[in-house]
């Protein structure tokens, strides 16, 4: 590496490091708007798998109701048409025993009358046609008096056989009706009850597809809400993410010009790794890549609190202390635009602008700032924007 001055490095350090723990803050709020990401669109499967079963069951209830409400009102209907046919016989029913009861008194007083007739007649005894004819004093007034007592008599058994029948016939009819009416009142009373028993059947559903109404409601109303929270949290990623590219080129932009890294003349892809050595000993616990949700920009390697790390390979420390959700860092540039930085330590054995050679102790292992366990967490990054480690080591 081309041998600069310490106060040339202290400036140019003191630059990277700002953007550097700049684009680390932005990275950190990437992690944490994808995480959140994450669970928002978690709860808008699960809402809108919500809402389709709460829709599907709405449609089987309605497919349900939709005959029941149907028998409901036919039974309804019918019960109506029997209670106005039961009304019609009751009043018709009524109306054969007042005829009854007339008919009744009119045949009582008709056999009051021809009693009290036959009573005269037993009494008078049966008129001699002789005697008549001298009372009456001539032939032609007997005979006419003759007639007219056989004529009352003839009307009188004729009236009293009238009203007789006329009570029979009016009995027969009452009879009728009110077998009739009987039956029409069984009938009415097992529509009844089957309407009695469809209203509650549909009731009882048209209850639950009103609770599944309300429920599915609050569920759309739950689902509008996150969807928009999703849109937001992607909006914002997609901000910190542009704010993140540009952070990038302002590293690289500090870093200087004549620092970009060429991609391989055989390959096309990025420069060979032989150059970098393994930071730490230890287990590969994370690799690069998402992971929970959010982007992980480098390896964890687990191991020993407090196990020496030490620089990939030569360079110039630009950054050694706390940064945030990293904890203690130290990040090395190695000139062609390649960098490497190491989080999460202990401890710190370097300072800014100091000298390091490929192997030299950078720190110890811990799990200061956000970090899960006792691990170093490394990357590498090309021009600013980080790559896999694994492709360097």
């Known amino acids: ?118 009573r005269e007649l037993y009494v008078r005894g049966t008129p001699d046609p002789i005697v008549v004819l001298m009372e009456s004093g001539s032939l032609s007034s007997a005979i006419e008096a003759v007639d007219l007592l056989d004529g009352i008599a003839r009307r009188d058994a004729d009236l009293a056989d009238s009203v007789s029948t006329y009570a029979d016939e009016t009995r027969r009819r009452r009879d009728d009706i009110a077998a009739i009416r009987a039956d029409v009142a069984r009938s009415a009373a097992r529509a009844e009850a089957a309407a009695a028993e469809a209203a509650a059947a549909k009731a009882e559903l048209e209850a639950q597809r009103a609770a599944l109404g309300d429920v599915l409601d609050d569920r759309r109303e739950l689902l509008a809400s996150v969807q928009s929270d999703r849109r937001q949290i992607e909006a914002e990623t997609r901000g910190l993410e542009a ?92 000139g062609g635009g390649i960098s490497t930085a190491y989080a999460h330590n202990s401890s710190v054995a370097v300072s800014v602008g100091q000298s390091v050679g490929q192997g030299t102790v950078l720190a110890g292992m811990g799990t200061t700032g956000n970090s899960t366990g006792v691990h170093s967490h490394f990357e590498v990054r090309v021009n600013g924007t980080a790559v896999d480690p694994l492709g360097f080591l």
């Open 243 to 334: 704010r993140s590219a540009r952070l990038a080129d302002t590293i690289r932009a500090a870093q200087g010009s004549g620092t970009q890294v060429t991609t391989d003349p055989v390959t096309g892809g990025p420069p060979s790794a032989s150059g970098l050595t393994w930071p730490a000993r230890g287990t590969l616990t994370s690799t690069f890549g998402p992971r929970w949700g959010r982007m992980h920009q480098g390896i964890d390697i687990g191991g020993a609190s407090g196990s020496p790390i030490t620089a990939a390979a030569a360079g110039t420390v630009i950054a050694a202390g706390w940064s945030g959700g990293y904890g203690n860092l130290v990040v090395v540039d190695h």
């Open 1 to 118: 590496m081309a041998v600069v001055s310490i106060a040339f490095i202290w400036t140019l350090g003191v630059a990277v490091v700002e953007r550097i723990a700049a684009q680390t803050a932005v990275a950190q709020r990437i992690e944490q708007a994808q995480g959140r990401l994450g669970q928002v669109r978690e709860r808008e499967r699960v809402l809108t798998m919500d809402v389709e079963d709460y829709s599907r069951r709405i449609r089987a209830l309605e497919a349900r109701l939709a005959p029941l409400r149907g028998r409901t009102d036919r039974l309804e209907r019918e019960v109506a048409s029997l209670r106005e046919r039961l009304s019609q016989l009751t009043r018709a029913l009524d109306e054969e025993r007042t005829r009854l009861a007339r008919a009744r008194s009119t045949l009582a007083r008709r056999q009051a009358l021809l009693s009290t007739r036959l």
